[in-house]
């Protein structure tokens, strides 16, 4: 499909799925944009510097999703949601997706059809099969195709995954989840591995990280490499003694940090499945400086604060979800006062939110630097480095 057609294709959806936002924006429009959002929000603790941009601002997400539905003629249709419903866009092609993700998704969709699957209805609760998350490797190539069913047996499995392999043959492993909630989130709890390892590989900055099927993992990998090496140039790793890598995931700042300069790292997560990934991607790095809890990053914090024989980070990586830190874990940072606070946020607005509590009386915004990880859309991530006052 030629590039001209694929944007045709793209903007007769992007008013429907809501993903492309900007795409009537030129790049460098999006990025004034996104920069005077950043000044705007954050330039009250310190200027915030030019915006990283993308290299290629398309065709960068690695992780790539498709829904079903049982159509009225009977046969089974996939692609999108409609922007807030659960209505099904017919789509196979995005402008932001990674073409070989996409590949995959639409084999395994193609697979499923041919399968004779029926599509989740869920206003009936009827049907089998609800999604497919495809999720590629950019470095290493391997690709994971995960099927969400109601139920943990599949059908057919044999030829499922004999079809995938013949419309797709890049992929590496085939996973069957199962999501018999009434929920919108995606993937269920349940996993079975139907074919390959059950997992695919990565590397960032010089480290290689396992991506299970549930596990958190960057969509933008190119980018994500200049956000964490913004965050630890920020860190003054050079002069780190502990780090403390909070809402961890599955360590990848963390095992990056204690690669690169810092003494020693402790990372803490409440998902105890991303803690075993971390462990894993330890093993996978040979790196010894780093350990790991299980633990909710605000209760961890406050007892780390409590007890005076336990040793103190002095430097504190944080990474929350969109929603920002809790009041607990702010309070504990300021007890425990660390010499630096690195900062990364998906939303500057919850980040300004926090920085106030902390910039109050503790520390002072040393520079903040915002990094564009999601072009065509109005997502923005920023890193902030604080010093103790």
């Keep these: 499909m030629s590039e001209t057609s694929e944007k045709f294709h ?3 959806h992007r008013h429907n799925c809501g993903g492309c936002q900007l ?12 920069q005077a959002l950043a000044n705007r929000l954050l330039g009250r603790f310190v200027r915030p510097e030019p915006i990283l941009q993308a290299e290629n601002p398309l065709y960068y997400r690695c992780k790539v999703t498709r829904t079903f539905a049982q159509g009225r003629d009977g046969r089974l249709h996939w692609g999108l949601y409609a922007a807030g419903s659960h209505r099904v866009l017919e789509q196979t092609d995005c402008l932001l997706e990674d073409p070989l993700a996409a590949a995959a998704a639409n084999a395994a969709c193609k697979a499923a059809a041919q399968c004779r699957y029926e599509g989740f209805q869920e206003d009936r609760q009827t049907g089998l099969i609800r999604h497919v998350l495809v999720r ?21 499995s044999r030829r499922f995954v004999e079809l995938v392999l013949q419309n797709c043959p890049q992929v590496t492993t085939i996973v069957l989840n199962q999501n018999n909630r009434r929920t919108s989130a995606v993937l269920g709890d349940r996993f079975k591995t139907l074919y390959g390892p ?6 960032l900055c010089g480290c290689r990280f396992v991506i299970s099927p549930g596990s958190f993992y960057q969509v933008n990998p190119m980018q994500t490499e200049k956000l964490y090496r913004t965050a630890m140039e920020f860190g003054q790793l050079e002069n780190c003694r502990l780090a403390l890598d909070a809402y961890c995931g599955t360590g990848t700042i963390g095992l990056v940090a204690a690669k690169n300069g810092a003494q020693a790292v402790m990372g803490v997560e409440s998902n105890p499945n991303a803690v075993r990934d971390a462990l894993t991607n330890a093993k996978k790095n040979h ?6 809890f299980a633990q909710d990053a605000g209760t961890f914090l406050a ?21 920002g830190s809790s009041e607990v874990f702010l309070q504990a940072v300021c007890k425990i006062a660390p010499r630096r606070v690195v900062y990364i946020s998906c939303d500057p607005s919850t980040q300004a939110r926090d920085l106030q509590v902390l910039c109050k009386k503790y520390y002072q915004a040393e520079r903040i630097r915002p990094v564009d990880m999601f072009p065509f859309t109005r997502h923005l991530e920023t890193v902030a480095v604080l010093s103790r006052r």
């Design 10 to 12: 793209c903007a007769a």
């Design 23 to 34: 795409l009537d924006l030129s790049y460098r429009e999006q990025l004034e944009q996104k």
């Design 136 to 156: 590629r490797g950019i470095a290493t190539g391997q690709i994971m195709v995960i099927l969400v069913a109601v139920t943990d047996r599949l059908p057919s």
């Design 198 to 203: 059950g997992h695919i590989l990565d590397e």
């Design 287 to 292: 790196i010894q400086n780093i350990r790991f």
């Design 303 to 323: 007892k780390l604060a409590q007890d005076a024989e336990l040793p103190k980070p002095d430097l504190i990586f944080m990474d929350p979800p969109r929603a």
